[in-house]
């Protein structure tokens, strides 16, 4: 069963607008890791950020924000002021404490794409 | 600092041909290593990971079979391959004391004809 679900396949905004990617994940261990990852078109992954579940406080980075709402179990990640260098697919991944492998599950990926 | 290479960076090879991707990390020890696929679309396929020298794992069954022959190497293999193993390849590495983030390399674009 999918564990991170993004439903957005795909966002097209102009340069400055906003965009919020969501991110929604499902898990039964009390202890679990979120992330972002962005792939821009050259293809490497490059990590964005880690939320561990004990800690919700949202997070700002610049023009990067995330929301990590327990709640509703989503972690969402919003981008300010959008840029063309922006453009890339964006990945949201779950890790479970009891995978003691450290895997990662990773949603499908939402490419947003942003026009000048 | 840590960093990950990959090698080559594109390979175009004809079917039924070996195959042979290698991954490298500098800077750390002992690290969990993994292989992904991701194909045509966005999705990204766990493929083999590894906790030590010669101990590999694998998620799912196909063509593919990797190896570690040393703590920092990690490489990827087929005997022949087909049209369906082209795709893109990622390998990433995890500190053993870090909350599971995994750092990528450039990755290698593979196409079969």
């Known amino acids: 069963a999918q564990k991170v679900t993004q439903a957005q396949t795909e966002i097209s905004v102009v340069e400055k607008e906003d965009v919020t990617l969501d991110c929604v994940y499902e898990?039964?261990?009390?202890?679990?890791?979120l992330f972002w990852y962005k792939q821009p078109p050259s293809g490497e992954l490059v990590f964005l950020i880690r939320r561990n579940s004990f800690d919700e406080q949202n997070e700002i980075s610049g023009r990067y924000s995330w929301n990590f709402q327990k709640s509703t179990s989503s972690f969402n990640f919003t981008i300010t002021a959008s840029q063309v260098v922006d453009s890339a697919v964006y990945f949201c991944a779950l890790s479970e404490q009891s995978d003691s492998w450290g895997k990662l599950q990773f949603g499908a990926g939402t490419q947003v794409v942003v026009t000048p | 600092s840590q960093t990950i290479h990959q090698w080559p960076a594109t390979l175009v090879q004809p079917v039924g041909s070996p195959l042979s991707l290698e991954c490298t990390v500098e800077?750390?020890?002992?690290?969990?290593l993994y292989w992904y696929r991701q194909a045509a679309g966005r999705g990204l396929q766990l493929l083999f990971y590894s906790v030590g020298i010669g101990q590999i794992s694998s998620e799912v069954p196909q063509n593919l079979s990797a190896s570690r022959p040393q703590d920092r190497q990690f490489i990827l293999s087929s005997k022949k391959l087909l049209l369906s193993d082209s795709g893109f390849y990622l390998c990433?590495?995890?500190?053993?004391?870090?909350?599971?983030?995994?750092?990528f390399g450039p990755g290698t674009r593979l196409t079969v004809l």
């Open positions: 800077g750390t020890s002992n690290p969990n």
């Open positions: 898990t039964r261990d009390t202890t679990y890791y």
């Open positions: 990433a590495w995890r500190a053993l004391s870090s909350y599971n983030e995994q750092f």
